[in-house]
């Protein structure tokens, strides 16, 4: 199948066009205007699944000549899922309450192009170390998570806080699994190596 010319992020963060940019394949940002609410009893891999697919279908039906990739991240603690925090006082919580925990990060990927679609969903696993009040307080002023599902940035000091990770794509907890990403793309038809 020959690949389409056009290929659209569905996102305009800076990490997301940064780990996509990894394939060297050119592409464009565009800013999917979605609902991110969860539905009342969204498990938290079909809430990142719906989200993705949302984000890249709201792109796709103003741009219907191009494949576009949506990527959304729901963190989950004892079932239920953490959203993004919004406020210093909800990273403090969030950060809280995983402190000594185990959470699940599901990273829900849509790709799409007219009627067609691919998905996939990547689970990372982190272990935050026990964390006092002081560092979670300077944690959050020095990088301001607000807009991250479960308040940290993995790719900059918010490494500092986890005890470990597991995954089988150590992009994704940035929040775009590039594993994944390049199958889907090479499903697509895409010249991913």
């Given at each position: 199948?020959?690949?389409?010319s056009?290929?659209?992020?569905a996102?305009?963060?800076?990490?997301?066009?940064?780990?996509?940019a990894?394939?060297?394949?050119?592409?464009?940002?565009?800013?999917p205007e979605?609902?991110?609410?969860?539905?009342?009893g969204?498990?938290?891999?079909?809430?990142?699944?719906?989200?993705?697919?949302?984000?890249?279908r709201?792109?796709?039906e103003?741009e219907?000549?191009?494949?576009?990739?949506?990527?959304?991240?729901?963190?989950e603690?004892?079932?239920?899922?953490?959203?993004?925090p919004?406020?210093?006082?909800?990273?403090?919580?969030?950060?809280?309450?995983?402190?000594?925990r185990?959470?699940?990060?599901?990273?829900?990927?849509g790709?799409?192009?007219?009627?067609?679609?691919?998905?996939?969903?990547?689970?990372?696993?982190?272990?935050?170390?026990?964390?006092?009040?002081?560092?979670?307080a300077?944690?959050?002023?020095?990088?301001?998570?607000?807009?991250c599902?479960?308040?940290?940035?993995?790719?900059?000091?918010g490494?500092?806080?986890?005890?470990?990770?597991?995954?089988?794509?150590?992009?994704?907890?940035?929040?775009?699994?590039?594993?994944e990403?390049?199958?889907?793309?090479?499903?697509?038809?895409?010249?991913?190596?």
């Open positions: 199948m020959a690949s389409p056009r290929l659209i992020l996102s305009t963060s800076i990490y997301r066009r940064e780990l996509l990894r394939l060297r394949l050119p592409f464009e940002t565009a800013r979605t609902d991110e609410s969860p539905s009342p969204d498990p938290p891999d079909e809430l990142a699944r719906r989200l993705a697919i949302a984000k890249a709201a792109i796709a103003r219907p000549d191009a494949w576009v990739i949506g990527s959304d991240q729901v963190a603690l004892d079932g239920r899922c953490l959203g993004k919004g406020n210093r006082e909800g990273a403090i919580a969030q950060l809280t309450a995983m402190s000594g185990t959470v699940a990060f599901r990273t829900g990927l790709l799409c192009c007219g009627e067609r679609l691919l998905t996939a969903l990547d689970t990372t696993t982190v272990r935050f170390r026990m964390l006092r009040a002081d560092e979670i300077r944690y959050v002023d020095a990088e301001q998570p607000l807009d599902a479960g308040s940290f940035k993995c790719e900059g000091l490494i500092s806080l986890f005890e470990s990770i597991e995954s089988r794509d150590p992009t994704a907890l940035v929040g775009l699994p590039l594993i990403t390049a199958r889907l793309l090479r499903e697509a038809g895409f010249m991913v190596p």
